[in-house]
């Protein structure tokens, strides 16, 4: 199991990387590491993202995606977003994002096996 952390920003003036030390903190005190980081600067309302896809491509079953916030990995459309979901890579890894509600730290599967 690999820990990947997604990290986005919506447009080029704002700094994608701001939660990385968040994102390692939070994998430390969980008693991992962070052994990939995805960093883009990307509409979170379209889906194809590079960053994203290349992460989706080096997943492997029970990895983990960490972000700092759910719109971080997704400001898609319903439709939009079961595509996402759908997608072959997404569905055997699991998702986590420090800030989400209704608990920070929550952990959420992309597709119930």
């Known amino acids: 199991m690999f820990v990947r952390a997604y990290l986005r920003a919506s447009t080029d003036d704002q700094d ?4 990385r ?3 390692r903190t939070f994998a430390a005190e969980h008693g991992t590491r962070i052994a990939a980081t995805y960093v883009e600067n990307a ?3 379209l889906l194809d993202r590079r960053e994203l896809l290349r992460l989706l491509a080096d997943a492997e079953p029970g990895d983990v995606l960490l972000v700092e916030a759910v719109d971080r990995l ?3 459309d ?3 977003w079961d595509q996402l979901r759908g997608h072959s890579r997404m569905s ?4 986590c994002a420090l800030a989400w509600m209704p ?3 929550s952990v ?3 597709r119930e096996p």
């Open 21 to 23: 030390e968040a994102l």
């Open 43 to 45: 509409s979170g309302t």
């Open 16 to 19: 994608a990387t701001g939660a």
């Open 92 to 95: 055997p890894i699991c998702a």
């Open 103 to 105: 608990r920070p730290g």
């Open 78 to 80: 319903r439709a939009t």
């Open 108 to 110: 959420w599967r992309m």
């Open 74 to 76: 997704s400001r898609l």
